[in-house]
């Protein structure tokens, strides 16, 4: 025989315990075992007990005694009554489920001998589930040191979004062990809902507290209901649970316990919950995706382990919704059940529709139907918030419905888009908020749930509130066009009438608003998301034959192949677009200059690049436009400095600055002072360029620019790297390649791979320094960047040198010396010809090492002092190398001067070279 059954039911919450600890449902217990989920569930409610020989194996599966296990016999408690077959006893009886008292202590009240009393365990309080609770160990443990705390503060409310959890949490506190071992009376559970029927409610905890039918009776009103039951309860400690209160007088009704109980509420309402429980109103969260995943894995595990990323992409669907996810899991668990690929990949198919997620039903009994659900209602996501939806004013309703066209949370929107998109009053929006349906971001802003929104969108009708959407967003970005910090904030509300605009076909409002926009998009870095918008809005101008929307969006087009490093596919859209901008005398044209002067440039093509900027110049100067004006002269600055011309480009510079700085531009502002720090370092000045960039990072990360902060960290780091502090400038770019592997700027993952190739050289790591730049160079080919193509030949070249392979090392300079005379880089120049010259001396070449150093000399750009310096430094060794020790000496001594006033990283070096020639 394998089950024993006992006189009166007796949970078993240590056996139930030590199941929910190894996470494991019923089933897999009884697969543990040999047995069936039911036996297990007997034994846990303590219907039956286990055999000796289910005990033994209870015992070892869970490493526990059979005393720690509550599966030892006991006998029933004696009582003097009997339970009726209603579950309540009979008047002036005890009740049905009941437990001595732990304590032994003798209590009096109003004559009532408390230890005599038999502590209460409402039996309508619903199971807890056989799924472990998961992720809300900290809720849990906070609510219940609040309970425990006294009565002065033991009045706790929980409250939520529909499907939240909070009746599932508030089932596991009145289980737990520690829960009932405190409250050591008993604990009282009313379900309410909408419409709760309140007396019989009453009568039922009257009855449970032992009231007679003629006391009862005599109960005229709740006001004496409340004494009356005050009076019962008496200085018995117990725990009162008002689950699912949408009326505050109703849940108030509920709050009898006496000096030594506690209250728990839960509600969908924050008004009811701070109102019942002030400082003690928790608000449940949603589960984390780590949380959710673990959730379903506990619910249908082999479709879980098998279709993870589709799993993932439900938790994001249903924002980390308890019930959405136990919903989920159970419904995917059933449809694996019969092993067929086909049906699983079915079920999740109709997952991933949000009108199949809501659709999907779970039957509960009589004890489990939430207090909420009408009697002839299944439970479903559909179900659960409609009843709330129920309840909401006709305006509200229609708010609700409207604002699914805004974006779901984690994005939230501002006050001001709501009303726009609903057209309704902002006592709509309070009463969304009120009832629970809306989440209060921040001041003045909001968040809708996904699962609410999904809802919502399935019953808005008509297209109004989308076309709201594109103008409101349409005349939000042209009165903060540049006021990025507000463009930021409600960048989610412009894409997604972005997106309302694509899917309603508004063509004209999708190309307005796109070109609008894109500028925001791309100074972010954002660059997929701009190209998507932008791709789209190219098609719609095409379709309106709209010249000025063509020849915008090619702008665009181009600008984001220039970013990208295609710098042909680039040049290709830009002059196209220019041609169009030209034919029509549209403004745009001279944003098309300014982009293929970049595009010009970054080819190495200065001649060109120069060109197009100064065409550029000159109609931004004959129409006054101060923004391109700015603009064109940083390029132009960042050109001149290139080829060697410092106080030409300093010029350009300083006059950009003050026009950006007379306008309150702080995007150029902050991009002139990074090519101020540039020409600052270049001449050695590295404290003047450090404070150029560090103003110019300041402004970068107030306008959240992902690019220029990059670019300044490029900077900083260069500066740090020629001062010799090699660990700060490796921070700087290691910052700086997270930013640009982000934001997929290839041309600025090239520069800072070079440049922490050249770090770690420094600290004598050459194997990763040959990483970065074989990966640097690799990136430089493939978008025909030859300047830096040029420049990673010579750090290898220089790595490859310091290895001794002299010809792979001479053949990497030779290949980067002619790039570098294509493209006319004289500092690159100069820098392959030192390298070079270095091999010549290592292999006492010294004539041909002379003339590499002499011819360095001659191309260096004045203003480049650290160029000239290790000109000289070659010259001293080559001397050296000829016997010449007091031309060396001079020559070193030279050079050593002008690097330790530069604070130059080569300094030490040389000291070291002029202190081994003593004589």
Not at 289 to 312: H, N, Y
Request: proline fraction near 4%; charge should be negative.
């Amino acid at each position: 025989m394998e089950d024993i059954t006992t006189t009166t039911p007796r949970p078993r919450h240590r056996l139930v315990d030590a199941r929910i600890s190894q996470h494991w449902s019923q089933q897999e217990v009884a697969d543990r075992i040999g047995t069936t989920h039911v036996n297990v569930s007997r034994w846990e409610r303590g219907i039956t007990r286990p055999s000796p020989y289910f005990r033994r194996k209870l015992s070892k599966l869970f490493e526990k005694s059979e005393e720690e296990l509550d599966l030892i016999f006991q006998p029933p408690v004696e009582t003097p009554d009997t339970v009726n077959a209603s579950g309540v006893n009979p008047p002036g009886g005890s009740t049905g489920a009941v437990s001595a008292d732990p304590t032994g202590d003798i209590h009096a009240y109003d004559g009532i001998n408390v230890a005599a009393t038999p502590a209460i365990y409402d039996p309508i309080i619903p199971l807890p589930s056989s799924t472990p609770l998961v992720g809300r160990e900290e809720e849990i443990a906070a609510i219940k040191q609040r309970l425990f705390a006294g009565s002065s503060v033991a009045l706790t409310a929980l409250n939520g979004l529909p499907g939240v959890g909070k009746t599932t949490l508030a089932i596991a506190l009145a289980h737990d062990p520690d829960i009932r071992a405190h409250f050591r009376h008993g604990v009282l559970w009313a379900g309410l809902g909408p419409d709760p029927n309140v007396d019989r409610r009453l009568i039922r905890w009257g009855t449970l507290l032992g009231l007679s039918p003629g006391e009862i009776g005599n109960i005229k009103d709740r006001e004496e209901w409340a004494l009356s039951l005050r009076s019962a309860i008496g200085s018995r400690s117990m725990l009162l649970v008002i689950d699912d209160a949408w009326d505050v007088n109703d849940a108030l009704t509920f709050k009898v316990g006496g000096p030594n109980c506690a209250h728990l509420v839960t509600t969908r309402y924050m008004a009811i919950a701070s109102h019942v429980a002030g400082d003690g109103a928790t608000r449940l969260q949603e589960l984390n995706t780590d949380e959710s995943m673990e959730l379903l894995r506990l619910l249908a595990p082999q479709v879980i382990e098998k279709e993870e990323q589709k799993a993932l992409a439900l938790v994001e669907a249903v924002g980390g919704l308890p019930l959405a996810l136990t919903l989920m899991g159970n419904y995917l668990r059933l449809q694996a059940y019969s092993g067929q690929a086909r049906r699983i990949q079915s079920a999740l198919q109709r997952l991933h529709d949000a009108a199949g997620r809501m659709q999907i039903e779970e039957p509960r009994g009589p004890i489990e139907r939430h207090p909420s659900m009408p009697t002839d209602k299944t439970l479903s996501l559909q179900s659960i918030i409609a009843v709330t939806d129920q309840q909401l004013s006709a305006e509200a309703r229609k708010a609700l419905y409207a604002l699914s066209a805004l974006p779901s949370k984690p994005d939230n929107f501002s006050e001001e888009a709501a009303v726009a998109v609903t057209d309704c009053s902002l006592d709509a929006i309070d009463e969304l908020i009120d009832t629970g349906m809306l989440e209060s971001s921040s001041e003045g802003r909001y968040m809708l749930h996904q699962t609410i929104a999904d809802y919502a969108r399935l019953r808005q009708q008509g297209d109004e509130p989308r076309e709201r959407l594109i103008q409101y967003a349409h005349e939000f970005v042209e009165e903060h066009r540049t006021d990025y910090e507000q463009l930021d904030i409600e960048s989610g509300v412009i894409i997604a009438a972005l997106e309302g605009a694509y899917v309603l076909g508004k063509k004209e409002a999708l190309v307005r608003n796109v070109c609008e926009f894109a500028p925001f998009l791309l100074m972010r870095g954002n660059y997929s998301l701009a190209e998507r918008h932008v791709e789209r809005a190219h098609a719609a101008a095409v379709a309106l034959n709209d010249t000025y929307g063509i020849a915008n969006t090619l702008l665009y087009r181009g600008l984001i192949d220039q970013k990208h490093g295609n710098y042909d596919q680039a040049e290709t859209y830009l002059q196209e677009g220019l041609t169009l901008a030209r034919q029509v005398n549209a403004p745009t044209r001279i944003d098309a200059l300014l982009y293929l002067g970049q595009t010009e440039q970054k080819k190495g093509n200065y001649d060109q690049a120069e060109t197009y900027l100064q065409e550029g110049l000159t109609l931004a100067r004959q129409n006054e436009d101060l923004e391109h004006v700015s603009a064109i002269l940083n390029d132009l600055g960042w050109l001149t400095l290139k080829r060697g011309e410092q106080k030409q480009a300093e010029e350009y510079l300083q006059e950009g600055l003050v026009l950006a700085r007379q306008i309150g531009h702080k995007e150029r502002i902050s991009g002139l002072l990074t090519t101020l720090g540039s020409v600052s370092a270049r001449r050695g000045d590295y404290y003047q360029s450090e404070v150029y960039l560090q103003e110019g990072l300041v402004l970068a990360r107030q306008l959240g620019n992902r690019e220029q902060i990059c670019g300044i960290l490029i900077n900083l780091g260069a500066t740090e790297g020629e001062k010799g502090n090699y660990i700060q400038a490796e921070a700087y770019f290691l910052d700086g390649l997270v930013l640009a592997r982000q934001i997929g700027h290839l041309d600025q993952i090239v520069i800072l791979l070079a440049n922490l190739g050249d770090i770690v050289s420094e600290r004598g790591d050459s194997t990763q320094s040959e990483i970065y730049f074989q990966e640097g160079l690799s990136l430089a080919r493939q978008i025909g960047h030859r300047e830096w193509i040029s420049a990673l030949l010579i750090n290898l070249g220089s790595v490859i040198r310091k290895q001794g392979k002299y010809a792979q090392a001479e053949a990497y300079l030779q290949e980067s010396l002619l790039l570098a005379r294509q493209i006319d880089r004289p500092q690159v120049i100069a820098n392959a010809l030192y390298e070079c010259a270095s091999i010549y001396l290592d292999q006492n070449n010294v004539e041909l090492a002379e003339a590499a150093f002499r011819e360095m000399l001659a191309i260096v750009p004045d203003g480049e002092q650290d160029l000239i310096a290790l000109g000289q430094y070659g010259l001293a060794r080559t001397a050296m190398a000829q016997g010449n020790r007091v031309q060396a000496q001079k020559l070193g001594a030279e050079c050593l001067k002008v690097l330790e006033a530069m604070g130059h990283r080569n300094t030490q070096e040389v000291k070291q070279w002029l202190a081994s020639i003593e004589g």
